[in-house]
Each structure stands twice: as C-alpha cells, then as structure tokens.
C-alpha cells in the first residue's frame, strides 16, 4: 500500500506571498491530519479533516487555512507568509473515525522556507 | 492549554546502555501515542497505549501509560544504534480530543 505523499517537498516564498501544499493519504484513509515543525516550538498541530469536514484547530492565526476533498486529499494555504512560517510541514493520515484515537501515518513533509 | 513536557531533552549513551525517557501532560490523556523520527525523516509511529497502568513491550522497548493517566514512559534496553533518532509522545486531551499535543521530544544518540 502507497505511504502518504505531500507535495511539493521543498519551497522558497518570499514574505507577504502565499503556498498551497498537498498531502494524498494512504488509501481508504479519511482522516488527515496537519503539522508545524519547527526547531524552537517543535509538532505543532494545525488541523484535522474527516471527510471533508475540519472537525479540529489548533492555535493558529486564520492565515492558515485548509480543506479536504472527496477523494481524502487535502490542501493547506498560508496567506501573507512571515519569516517565521518557515517549518516542516508534515500531513499524517489515520482510520480513527474518533479524532486521534488511531495511529497516525506522516508523510515525508514540505519544507518550506520563507525569505 | 494542554502542555506535554519530556524529559530529558537530549540523551547520548555508548551502545548497550539503557535509556528511558518520559512523558508529562498536564491534562489527563484518553491515550497515548509514541512516535519516533530519524534525523531527516518523518514521525513514525510506535505505539499506542489506551489504559491507566497499561504496560506494552516491542522487543527491546517497553512503554507504560501512568495510573492517572498524564505520563507515561519510553525505556530501550540495550541501545543500538538504530535506534537514533528523536522520540515524541502525543495524546489528545479526554473529553472533545479535540487536538493532539506532541511533547517535545527527547533526542537520542548512541554510539559505539
């Protein structure tokens, strides 16, 4: 079974522009989960999707963004992108019906950098 | 909010030696999970423990969920040095879950 996959897996903004990033789960997965990881502040969660539906935040500001397809993929956007947004970001999918209540799968992750 | 510490931050051990590291949250936990990412790489996922006092063994690592559960622990007898790397426990708060909280790690190195 193919692992979760996110795309593109390296990317240089500049401040105030913004990203999309793309994570596909692992097949019959319908929960995927968003990630921050930074050297200072560490796995940060972002948000949770489940058929189509955010049914989770974390505490971040309304620049970040997200949605869920159909199909389980998900897209993340940051808008206005800050110095500070540079991170891994990492997408894990799970089977948990019940918000992480099941093994997370991560994907390779996108690291973006942001000048 | 829900604030899970490890401890310690960063452990090297010569290969062969024990290593634990620890895991605090200061809200109760409906489960707990361990991950475990490889310089450059992606959490993996290691375990999941669900009960109060809940005691789970893979091979040479042993994981333990406290009665209360807010803590739980990592112990690797006998390191090798595949087993570098960073170890993070998460668990979503009881109640909504409505996030999950990774801890802040503990790093590991072992060498020979």
């Known amino acids: 079974k193919a692992g979760v996959t996110q795309t593109p897996r390296y990317l240089i903004k500049t401040r105030g522009q913004q990203v999309t990033l793309s994570c596909s789960p692992i097949?019959?997965?319908?929960?995927v989960s968003w990630y921050q990881q930074t050297p200072g502040q560490g796995l940060q969660f972002l948000f949770e999707?489940?058929?189509?539906?955010?049914?989770n935040k974390g505490n971040f500001p309304g620049r970040f963004s997200g949605r869920q397809f159909s199909n389980s993929r998900s897209e993340m956007n940051v808008s206005t992108l800050e110095l500070g947004d540079s991170a891994l970001y990492l997408c894990?999918?799970?089977?948990?019906?019940?918000?992480?209540?099941?093994?997370?799968?991560f994907g390779p992750g996108t690291r973006l950098t942001v000048t | 909010g829900q604030q899970v510490m490890q401890i310690p931050q960063y452990q090297h051990v010569q290969e062969g030696e024990d290593f634990t590291t620890y895991c605090n949250s200061s809200?109760?936990?409906?489960?707990i999970q361990w991950y475990k990412q490889r310089p450059g790489g992606h959490p993996v996922f290691l375990i999941q423990?669900?009960?109060?006092?809940e005691v789970k063994k893979q091979k040479r690592l042993t994981f333990q969920f406290g009665e209360a559960k807010k803590n739980s622990s990592l112990h690797i007898t006998a390191t090798q040095t595949t087993d570098v790397g960073t170890y993070f426990c998460?668990?979503?708060?009881?109640?909504?879950?409505?996030?999950?909280?990774f801890g802040t790690g503990t790093r590991l190195q072992v060498t020979l």
């Open positions: 894990a999918s799970s089977l948990a019906a019940i918000p992480f209540s099941y093994e997370q799968y």
């Open positions: 998460a668990g979503p708060n009881t109640g909504t879950a409505s996030k999950l909280t």
């Open positions: 809200t109760t936990l409906s489960n």
């Open positions: 097949s019959g997965h319908r929960s």
């Open positions: 999707y489940f058929s189509e539906t955010q049914r």
């Open positions: 423990l669900v009960k109060s006092g």
